[in-house]
């Protein structure tokens, strides 16, 4: 683990791999699985 998000927190979605999101959130970058996220775009 290289980074913490929380509820509420906003993340860049850069790429996206079966259910995992590449985000960008304060200067960090790593894989987060859907699971866990909710989104507006439509992924």
């Known amino acids: 683990m290289?980074?913490?998000l929380?509820?509420?927190?906003?993340v860049e979605i850069t790429d996206r791999?079966?259910?995992w999101?590449?985000?960008g959130?304060?200067?960090f970058e790593?894989?987060?699985h859907r699971r866990w996220?909710?989104?507006?775009c439509g992924y």
């Open 30 to 32: 790593g894989w987060a």
């Open 6 to 10: 929380f509820n509420g927190d906003t």
């Open 21 to 23: 999101y590449f985000v």
């Open 37 to 40: 996220m909710s989104n507006s």
């Open 25 to 27: 959130v304060d200067g």
């Open 17 to 19: 791999r079966g259910s």
């Open 2 to 4: 290289i980074h913490q």
